[in-house]
């Protein structure tokens, strides 16, 4: 068993990016072969841009709002106090009320946006992406705003740790893993004492470090042991940290993001139908992703179908002339219309700095990225 569990992970370490093109449409081809379901989330391709205009302006306030709430929570814990959720109860009601209403709103400042993994704004994605998880998943509205509320304070234990530890810069070592570590058995003593619906939050607080091979922590959980509830954390959590920038490597794609959580879900680190799950409420190519087509052709994902991954809408912005890429005028272009072109054929992802293009440029209202950005 252990031979071959090692085999799996040399496998997977060893794809390529074609394999890894392929995975993506043998997923999409998975997940459409599930039980056809109506989608909770509307088919973006039903609203008009000036809605997701719209809804981006307001999705940026409540994530500020948000994050003003969770610093209050961290500074009442630093301080000894006794907690009190129910303003950060209301914001996660509104976040989820935004994603139903456009979920790429959201989804892309969540994606695009470039800070340190350990501030607030962790809380905030890990928290919309629970949310979306559990919508996906047709969970009601009650179960989905605990699940919410569940990712706002997963890390809330860290204010009790050494400041100087959450931002070190460089890897850390042996003795400084111990102690961040330590940061869950902090959290599940500062939600205790809450009041109201708590299991989820306990759930996700302990549990969203542990992996279904039993390679996680703190308590080494497997399988059945992990909570529903844990599981979409883990994967959550995971997503976003690899989409984060950290001291010792810049933030991945969400693309090779997804890809990473796919591997893992292959391997039984992560819940291989959560993952899939997850992935279809993302998207196989997020929004803000640069995708490169047969003919030579790059673009910025604008929106994606919940009922055809593989094709989404984009937004052509430049042209491969010998090793760069050169500017062209963008022109908007629904991939769905396009599916049986050769040369319109999504064949990779290009990173920013390889391209070096700035996705969010191209954006509806892509001003509002920048502010996220410099935040």
């Known amino acids: 068993m252990a031979t071959q569990k090692k085999d799996?992970?040399?496998?997977?370490?060893?794809?390529?990016?074609?394999?890894?093109?392929?995975?993506?449409e043998q997923l999409a081809a998975q997940?459409?072969?599930?039980?056809?379901?109506?989608?909770?989330?509307?088919?973006p391709r039903e609203l008009p841009e000036e809605a997701w205009v719209e809804e981006t302006v307001l999705a940026l306030e409540l994530m500020g709002v948000a994050e003003q709430q969770i610093a209050k929570l961290y500074s009442?814990?630093?301080?000894?106090?006794?907690?009190?959720?129910?303003?950060?109860?209301?914001?996660?009601?509104?976040?989820?009320?935004?994603?139903?209403?456009?979920?790429?709103?959201?989804?892309?400042?969540?994606l695009l946006r470039t800070f340190d993994a350990e501030g607030f704004d962790h809380s905030i994605n890990v928290s919309v992406y629970m949310l979306g998880l559990a919508?996906?998943?047709?969970?009601?509205?009650?179960?989905?705003?605990?699940?919410?509320?569940?990712?706002m304070l997963h890390d809330v234990g860290k204010a009790r740790l050494p400041q100087q530890?959450?931002?070190?810069?460089?890897?850390?070592?042996?003795?400084?893993?111990?102690?961040?570590?330590?940061?869950?058995?902090?959290?599940l003593e500062l939600l205790e004492h809450l009041t109201g619906p708590k299991q989820e939050v306990l759930s996700v607080a302990a549990q969203h470090h542990e992996r279904m091979d039993g390679t996680g922590y703190p308590?080494?959980?497997?399988?059945?042991?992990i909570s529903t509830a844990g599981r979409m954390a883990a994967i959550c959590d995971s997503f976003d940290a690899l989409t984060s920038n950290r001291s010792y490597r810049a933030a991945r794609t969400p693309r090779e993001s997804l890809q990473e959580i796919l591997n893992e879900g292959?391997?039984?680190?992560?819940?291989?139908?959560?993952?899939?799950?997850?992935?279809?409420?993302?998207?196989?190519?997020?929004?803000?992703?640069?995708?490169?087509?047969?003919?030579?052709?790059?673009?910025?994902?604008?929106?994606?179908?919940?009922?055809?991954?593989?094709?989404?809408?984009?937004?052509?912005?430049?042209?491969?002339?010998?090793?760069?890429?050169?500017?062209?005028?963008?022109?908007?272009v629904d991939l769905a219309d396009h599916s049986e072109s050769e040369g319109m054929r999504i064949v990779g992802n290009e990173t920013p700095a390889a391209s070096r293009i700035d996705p969010c440029r191209f954006l509806p209202k892509s001003e509002l990225y920048s502010r996220c950005r410099e935040a």
């Open 8 to 24: 799996k992970l040399q496998n997977s370490a060893q794809e390529s990016p074609e394999d890894a093109m392929e995975a993506g």
């Open 31 to 43: 997940m459409d072969a599930l039980e056809d379901k109506p989608p909770l989330y509307r088919d």
């Open 76 to 110: 009442d814990a630093q301080e000894g106090k006794n907690l009190d959720p129910d303003p950060l109860t209301l914001s996660v009601s509104r976040i989820s009320e935004s994603l139903a209403r456009d979920q790429d709103a959201l989804f892309s400042l969540s």
């Open 135 to 151: 919508s996906s998943l047709e969970l009601d509205t009650q179960k989905c705003n605990e699940l919410g509320l569940a990712g």
């Open 165 to 187: 530890l959450i931002h070190k810069t460089g890897v850390l070592s042996a003795s400084e893993v111990k102690s961040i570590r330590q940061h869950q058995r902090y959290s």
């Open 219 to 225: 308590n080494g959980l497997s399988g059945s042991q």
């Open 266 to 332: 292959r391997r039984g680190s992560l819940d291989g139908d959560l993952v899939q799950t997850f992935i279809r409420s993302i998207g196989i190519y997020p929004v803000g992703s640069l995708v490169k087509l047969a003919d030579g052709h790059l673009g910025v994902v604008m929106r994606n179908h919940r009922s055809d991954l593989l094709h989404p809408t984009i937004r052509l912005i430049a042209k491969k002339q010998g090793d760069v890429y050169a500017p062209i005028t963008p022109v908007r």
